[in-house]
């Protein structure tokens, strides 16, 4: 079982930054794929981004494309969601997930472990 402590979250004006980190603990960081997953007010939730057991591969969903970046230290069994741009679409709960593989993809049963969220809220 892997602990998963999300922190960075808050407010920010459009075109903004933010950047979430992801603490986890528990399996062996490096044994295992990192996701953020994203659920804004009366959705459901999306994936957002992965990231591989090594930081050697990663796949973003279409609407962050270009504008985020999933990264990690496996010496410090981190996971970091960079956030640049932000639009007021981009509000929402924003969770990081441990992939049950070493590969990750996007869908949400293929992770194991969630953590609380952080909440993110972008302003016009």
């Known amino acids: 079982q892997v602990q998963l402590v999300e922190s960075g979250g808050g407010l920010v004006q459009a075109g903004g930054s933010l950047r979430l980190s992801c603490a986890a603990s528990?399996?062996?960081?490096?044994?295992?794929?990192m996701g953020w997953f994203r659920q804004a007010p009366g959705k459901e939730r999306e994936f957002v981004a992965v990231i591989n057991w090594s930081g050697s591969s990663a796949a973003y969903a279409d609407p962050v494309k270009g504008r985020f970046t999933i990264s990690r230290d496996n010496a410090k069994s981190t996971v970091h969601l960079q956030m640049n741009s932000l639009k007021p679409e981009d509000t929402a709960v924003y969770y990081c997930a441990a992939s049950k593989g070493s590969s990750g993809s996007s869908r949400s049963g293929d992770f194991g472990s969630w953590g609380q969220g952080t909440q993110v809220t972008v302003s016009s």
């Open positions: 528990g399996r062996t960081f490096s044994s295992y794929a």
